[in-house]
């Protein structure tokens, strides 16, 4: 069977096909339709022959006399046409960012109660305004109890005891606030002027309840290593 080779190329579409010769222009239509999305009653055809720079408009009732490798031209006549690369007609919803900020079940939120990202550490308490956040968290841990806190990015934990639970001023929500060990911490228990708790310098810090794991957590003896070396 003889078959003529032709690119179809619409505003969205330019691809190579091929076609049976003796396909009729009305068949040809419809096949049109599934490549270039035009229905077959709003298509308006032009060829291009490989000898020719200016289109002609399709007149044949098939497709014999048209030279290979031409190219079909495929326009709209309908005026409410979209073409769909074209995003600006597309209608899409776009939500302020200051709603989805105040969300609570979104990507941005879960980041944000798990120092992740650009919520690492502090950065996450700086974004949260709700003034009963890890209220229930908080509930469970107690001053004076041992604790381990975990150390965003990493495996590793900062073990120390808990010195502060309750509200700041400095951030809304609850925090614990945790004497460590070791000076891993940030401050001496005082922030902004306001003393929640007294210990050494850069051995205290505020968390989030759910950093804190409170059990039986003992001080670590890094000195009784070295002296059996």
């Known amino acids: 069977m003889s078959v003529v080779t032709l690119f179809v190329e619409s505003q969205t579409v330019r691809t190579e096909r091929r076609f049976p010769r003796t396909t009729p222009i009305s068949e040809l239509h419809t096949r049109l ?15 291009t022959d490989p000898a020719s720079s200016s289109p002609i ?3 044949s009732t098939t497709l014999l006399t048209i030279p290979d490798y031409s190219v079909l031209h495929v326009t709209s006549t309908c005026s409410t046409s979209i073409n769909f690369e074209d995003v600006s007609q597309v209608e899409k919803y776009e939500m302020q960012d200051t709603t989805y900020d105040a969300m609570s079940n979104t990507v ?3 980041k944000r109660r798990h120092n992740m990202g650009r919520f690492a550490d502090n950065a996450s ?6 003034e009963d956040e890890f209220v229930e968290e908080a509930q469970n841990i107690n001053v004076g109890q041992r604790c381990e806190v975990a150390w965003p990015g990493s495996e590793l934990a900062r073990r120390g005891c808990v010195r502060f ?7 809304q929500g609850y925090w614990i606030g945790v004497e ?25 810090s505020f968390v989030r309840p759910d950093k804190v794991t409170v059990g039986d957590f003992p001080e670590e003896d890094f000195g009784s290593d070295l ?3």
């Open 108 to 110: 941005r939120a879960f």
């Open 180 to 204: 460590y060990d070791e000076p891993v911490g940030k401050n001496n228990g005082t922030v902004d002027g306001t003393v929640y708790f007294e210990c050494a310098p850069l051995h205290g």
């Open 227 to 229: 002296e059996e070396m």
């Open 33 to 47: 339709e599934a490549i270039v999305g035009i229905q077959p009653s709003s298509q308006q055809l032009t060829i």
């Open 165 to 171: 639970v309750g509200k700041t001023q400095f951030r």
């Open 57 to 59: 408009p399709v007149t």
């Open 125 to 130: 308490a700086m974004s949260i305004d709700n």
